[in-house]
């Protein structure tokens, strides 16, 4: 456990780090490489953190604290995850907020329950929301900024509705800490300040210009003290009042005039959106899966979230190549000049085609349950051994196969859905928070307000103070194409009252014979989130790597295209081998914000990314 007299010379010490990675504003790599949530601010090596009674991990250190006082205190790991998500909301708005959306999973013991806090469209909203008036799609950035892309925020609601049945301590206790830092001010951390310098569009927000930037455009500087009076008035409604202080009244009126005022895109966000919003609990997706001899149970989020189904898919369809026999070979010294393991060329290219036919399988089905039908009936036929042993004969295990290059959809079923696959475009944001307390409980809770900073609206609350909060972006995860060419529709289009399918994939991990949690892992990263998270599993099952070890990994993925491989990270003669076997292959930044806790004995062992600011604390 960090003391606190630790935490201030390590927030120093973070604060006085060169940025080793260029900065790039979303969106501005080339077409055929993935467009970055957020751009890179840097890597700086972690070492992992034991604990023994409770520990939390966040992906700001200000927000851990909070966590660690609650968790000190005798709070839940809701009431942790509470806290968390409030100072996120002020020291990492670029990634997360109250006026975003979550997916959370509580385990208490080894029950799982899943809660879906994700926006939803507006019920005026329909499927022409993201087409010009030419009937083409939007340019990405034109349906982003502005209030046409904001929906129903849902994060504050759904974290209500957990911490009513497993709260322990008051609602209003949990805020004490953001509202403190708000009020008192906060050290401004070198990625907010560099994310802030790249950002095109934000300062085009009056308020959010007077907050975040000087009278000359200039970004506040890392190191400075920045206050948020407004938000913390807000909070101090929240926390007197619940989620309803935030979806009715002042505050809420702040929102839909933001959204419907904006001077050249508004929205349709109205106030019976965010008065009429439910927060969801759902079914979880569990699914064995076996490595090294033991079967493990890996739970995360159903649809609206395709995350716990990809991965899923692509660590059941490994299991029937050779890749369990596969180590990690000697890297090429990693980023920063730090020694370094990676994945070798013939297991990357298993990994990368399972990626490409999850993705396929992605792209045709998965939408917002409450608006399409599951194939075959049940979301867990993408999951049936059976339909991913014949997905895996389409990889080519042997030696010098070659890469699948773009796959097509499965049929998992007997009737062929209806829908046609979506097309690939970006998606973006997130933050993600790992809790284990000392009553028994875990929590996995990936947070988002989309796009880096949202959609670039920021508003006070109707508090009429400096600073406030920014809205999400959320719609854009909707596909701005409703129809294909032969007028079937896309599963995941806009619909009035829709949850859009997201990546984010928060995962808890059980031993199946003993029922104990083995692990609560996630990150942000769009739709790497799948394969950020998919890394950091298969290295502590499979390799028998710690947590840290095993986020510290190289990156790399598929999103049925391209291989994508974190830069710098892979010899030469990797990449070559990937080429050699027919794969499009891109290195480029990658930059993952994981976070996760072990089981071990005695105790609990946490990581944090090294690519972001996140800290692990613990007793």
């Not at 180590?327 to 090429?332: C, Y």
């Not at 990994?351 to 939408?367: E, K, P, S």
């Not at 109707?462 to 854009?476: M, R």
């Not at 976070?595 to 944090?608: E, K, L, V, Y």
Request: charged share 15%; with cysteine.
């Amino acid at each position: 456990m960090l003391s606190a007299h630790r935490l201030r010379r390590w927030l120093i010490g973070a604060l006085g780090l060169s940025l080793l990675a260029a900065c790039s504003a979303p969106g501005t790599l080339g077409s055929a490489a993935f467009a970055q949530p957020e751009g890179s601010s840097g890597y700086t090596p972690k070492p992992g953190w034991a604990t023994t009674r409770f520990a939390v991990a966040a992906a700001n250190p200000l927000a851990t604290q909070a966590g660690y006082q609650v968790l000190k205190a005798g709070g839940s790991a809701i009431d942790a995850a509470v806290a968390v998500q409030m100072v996120l909301s002020l020291v990492e708005p670029q990634s997360s907020g109250i006026g975003g959306g979550a997916f959370l999973l509580h385990a208490e013991g080894s029950q799982v329950e899943a809660f879906d806090g994700r926006e939803t469209a507006p019920m005026a909203a329909d499927e022409q929301l993201f087409l010009g008036a030419d009937g083409k799609p939007l340019p990405f950035y034109d349906a982003v900024v502005g209030g046409r892309s904001v929906g129903t925020p849902g994060t504050v609601r759904m974290l209500e509705m957990a911490h009513r049945q497993y709260g322990r301590l008051p609602w209003a206790q949990l805020f004490a800490p953001a509202i403190e830092l708000a009020d008192r001010g906060f050290t401004v951390s070198p990625r907010l300040a560099a994310l802030l310098r790249d950002d095109k569009y934000l300062k085009d927000d009056p308020v959010a210009a007077a907050y975040f930037y000087q009278a000359d455009g200039t970004p506040v500087e890392a190191g400075s003290t920045l206050k948020n009076p407004a938000l913390a008035d807000v909070l101090r409604q929240i926390a007197s009042q619940g989620a309803d202080a935030m979806l009715t009244g002042q505050v809420a009126q702040s929102i839909v005039a933001k959204v419907q005022k904006h001077p050249r895109r508004p929205g349709q966000l109205a106030m019976s959106d965010l008065a009429g919003y439910r927060a969801r609990k759902r079914e979880p997706i569990c699914s064995d899966y076996t490595a090294n001899a033991k079967t493990y149970v890996l739970c995360g989020m159903p649809p609206p979230s395709s995350g716990a189904l990809a991965i899923g898919q692509i660590l059941g369809m490994l299991t029937y190549t050779p890749a369990s026999g596969m180590s990690l070979v000697t890297g090429m010294g990693g980023v920063a000049g730090t020694a370094g393991l990676t994945p070798s060329a013939d297991w990357l290219h298993l990994y990368l085609d399972a990626a490409r036919l999850a993705f396929a399988d992605r792209a045709q089905y998965v939408a917002d349950p409450d608006f399409v039908q599951p194939p075959a009936g049940s979301w867990m036929s993408l999951l049936a051994p059976d339909y991913l042993a014949g997905r895996a004969k389409l990889i080519q295990a042997q030696s010098g196969g070659q890469s699948i290059k773009t796959a097509q959809p499965g049929v998992p079923g007997v009737i062929r859905t209806a829908y046609a696959p979506m097309p690939d475009q970006p998606e973006h944001g997130t933050s993600h928070i790992s809790i284990v307390d000392g009553y028994g409980n875990a929590v996995a809770m990936t947070t988002t307000i989309e796009d880096q900073f949202g959609a670039r609206l920021m508003t006070d609350g109707g508090t009429g103070k400096a600073g406030g909060f920014l809205l999400n972006n959320e719609l854009t995860d909707f596909s701005f194409v409703p129809f294909d060419d032969a007028g079937k529709p896309v599963a995941n289009r806009v619909q009035p009252g829709k949850r859009p399918r997201s990546s984010m994939a928060p995962t808890l991990v059980f031993d199946k014979a003993t029922r104990r949690l083995v692990m609560t892992a996630g990150s942000p990263g769009g739709a790497m989130i799948i394969h950020y998270t998919a890394k950091t599993l298969y290295g502590v099952l499979n390799w028998g790597l710690n947590a840290q070890q095993a986020i510290d990994l190289p990156n790399f993925g598929s999103l049925n295209g391209p291989s994508l491989l974190e830069a710098n990270r892979f010899a030469p003669a990797t990449v070559e081998a990937l080429r050699a076997r027919g794969a499009e292959v891109h290195e480029q930044p990658l930059t993952s914000g994981l976070q996760a806790i072990q089981a071990r004995p005695g105790g609990w062992f946490g990581g944090s990314d090294p690519r972001r600011e996140g800290l692990v604390l613990g007793d």
